[in-house]
C-alpha cells in the first residue's frame, strides 16, 4: 500500500511538473507577467484546467482543435466580463427571408475589404468593433476605400450603449448616422471607457445611412446578405470549446445560443468534408483561434452558437 501511495505521489508531481513546464514556456509565448507568488500560482491553477481542456479534447477526432491562447491563464469571471453583448430580444428582419441563393461563396477578406485583427483587451467593447468593422467594409465595398475607423470613438460617445460594459452592433451603426467616423489613426483604442472626443473637423467625412436585419435562422438569407455586405452577428461564446478554438471547422452544438459576443461574418466557403462554412472575424487579437478568424459550420436553425440568430449589416 505505501509502495501504491508512493507511486501516486510521484505520478502526481511528475504530471504538475509537466504542466508548470507548460505554463512557463506559455509565460514567455505570449508576455505575461505577475505581481506575486500568489498570482502566480492562481494563474498556474487556471493554465491547468485550460491546458487539461485542449488535451481531451485533441485527442478526439473532432473536426476542429483547441489551443493556448491569451485567455489560459484567465479565470472564468474575467472572460465572462468581457462577453456584453446585449441581445435585442425578438429579432424583427428588415429585409424579406430569401429562399433560394446561388453562388459559391463569398470571402471580404481576400476580396480586400477587412482589416487586420484588432483586439479589444479586457473591455467589453466587442459591439463597437463589430459595429466598425461593418462600417469598414461597407464603406470598402461600396467606394473602394478600407479605412481603419475608431472603435474608442463609439466607446466614449455612443450614450445608448454601454461602453466598456456593453451595447449593440445596431446602435453603432445609428450613431454614425448622425455622426461621422473618426479614424483611428486620430483616435486611438484605449480599451477602458473615456470622455468622448468626437471632432467635427478631424473626421473621415463618411456616415452611415441606415441598417438592415438580415432574416434571422436563415444561412441563405445570411449568404445574400454577404455578396454584397460584411454582417455583424450575435454570438455565445462562454463555453471552453469556443473559448480555446484555435483552427478546423467549428462542428460542436455545445457552445449555445445564449447571445453574449459579437462578431461579424466576412464571408463563406465549403469544406470538402464538412460542407459550407461561416467565415468569422473576431476581435481577440491573433492568438486567438486561426489567426483571430473561426471558420463554423452551416447549421439550419439559429446556428452554431446562434450564429443566425442576429445578422445585420449598414450602409454607407
Not at 473621415?204 to 455586405?229: C, E, F, Q, R, W
Not at 454582417?231 to 484555435?246: E, H, N, R
Request: with cysteine; aromatic share 14%.
Amino acid at each position: 500500500m505505501k509502495t501504491f501511495a508512493l507511486a501516486c505521489i510521484a505520478a502526481s508531481v511528475s504530471a504538475m511538473s509537466e504542466i508548470e513546464g507548460a505554463f512557463l514556456g506559455y509565460i514567455t509565448q505570449f508576455g505575461k507577467s505577475y505581481s506575486n507568488m500568489a498570482e502566480y500560482e492562481m494563474r498556474l491553477r487556471e493554465f491547468a484546467v485550460k491546458h487539461a481542456v485542449i488535451a481531451q479534447h485533441n485527442a478526439t477526432e473532432e473536426s476542429f482543435k483547441l489551443g493556448h491562447n491569451k485567455f489560459s491563464d484567465w479565470t472564468d469571471a474575467e472572460y465572462k466580463a468581457i462577453l456584453t453583448y446585449k441581445s435585442k430580444g425578438e429579432h424583427v428582419a428588415d429585409e424579406p427571408e430569401v429562399t433560394e441563393f446561388y453562388g459559391s461563396g463569398t470571402n471580404w477578406v481576400n476580396n480586400g475589404c477587412v482589416n487586420a485583427i484588432k483586439d479589444q483587451g479586457q473591455c467589453g467593447s466587442c459591439w463597437a468593433f463589430s459595429a466598425v468593422a461593418s462600417t469598414e467594409g461597407a464603406e470598402c465595398i461600396s467606394h473602394g476605400h478600407l479605412y481603419s475607423f475608431s472603435e474608442q470613438q463609439l466607446v466614449d460617445c455612443d450614450t445608448s450603449c454601454y461602453g466598456c460594459n456593453g451595447g449593440w452592433a445596431y446602435q453603432g451603426f445609428r450613431y454614425f448616422e448622425t455622426h461621422y467616423a473618426m479614424y483611428e489613426s486620430s483616435y486611438r483604442y484605449t480599451a477602458k471607457d473615456g470622455t468622448c472626443k468626437y471632432s467635427s473637423s478631424n473626421n473621415s467625412g463618411i456616415k452611415t445611412k441606415s441598417y438592415s436585419n438580415v432574416s434571422a435562422d436563415s444561412p441563405t438569407s445570411m449568404k445574400s446578405a454577404l455578396s454584397s455586405h460584411v454582417l455583424s452577428v450575435a454570438i455565445q461564446a462562454d463555453k471552453y470549446v469556443f473559448q480555446m478554438y484555435s483552427g478546423g471547422v467549428f462542428t460542436s452544438t455545445n457552445c449555445g445560443t445564449n447571445l453574449d459576443h459579437a462578431t461579424n461574418v466576412v464571408g463563406w466557403g465549403t469544406d470538402s468534408s464538412y460542407g459550407d462554412y461561416w467565415l468569422m472575424r473576431n476581435s481577440w487579437g491573433t492568438s486567438w483561434g486561426d489567426k483571430g478568424y473561426m471558420k463554423l459550420q452551416v447549421v439550419s436553425g439559429k446556428g452554431l452558437c446562434g450564429i443566425q440568430m442576429e445578422p445585420n449589416y449598414t450602409v454607407v
